[in-house]
């Protein structure tokens, strides 16, 4: 099974105190076996735009009412949102019971993987050097390491392939560090731990490859 899938989540732990609601959107491919253990590997772009106290990050450059003056001598136009990736390897099994045929039914799936997220710090003009190139990494509060994850779900594959789709309940739960040297509004270096969690709802569409049976010829 090849497969685009689309998700929204609500984050906990550690990131909920700096991100709000995000959305991924990514890809895979699985593999059913004929016992109906499912082996895949996926991956996700996220993507969300609420970046929680994202006033005090650049304190340091703003004038006291908050504003960044650009190169020009204007007030900056700066946007924050959030940006990450994932990555999986996945293993389940499904259950053709409640279902149209023994390619269908509730299925559970468990993940190892890697997670990385920031905060993007967008200068739409490219006019204000305090947060241009290099010198945004200094607030981006860039981390990555280990997420697991576990989601149950249906999966219908129609007998006429032509509609083919998972719907499902996902959790996810990560391990990661700040991968900077130094933050530049604290002036200080953190290679603290976060412990995170990603509570959300799942949507693939798929394109499933079967394995055709070789025909029978017979010689007389």
Known sequence: MIYATYAYQLPGGDLAKRFGGNSSI??????KTK?????????????????????????????????????????ADILFSERGFNIFGKFGKLFPVLSPNRNSGPQILFGVGFLQDKIRIHDADRTA????????KG????????????????????NTRLINFYIGLEFMQSWTKFRRDRNFDTGKEDKSSLSSQFYGIKVNWIIPLHKRKPEEFYVY
């Open 129 to 136: 050097p305090q947060v241009y190139g290099d010198y945004a």
């Open 26 to 31: 990514g890809g895979g491919f699985m593999v």
């Open 139 to 158: 607030y981006d509060r860039l981390n990555n390491g280990v997420i697991v994850s576990g989601s149950i779900g249906y999966l219908y594959i129609g």
């Open 35 to 75: 016992s109906n253990w499912l082996f895949g590997a996926e991956g996700n772009y996220i993507f969300g735009g609420t970046v929680k106290n994202s006033d005090s990050l650049l304190r340091g450059v703003s004038t006291p009412d908050g504003f960044v003056i650009n190169s020009n001598g204007y007030y």
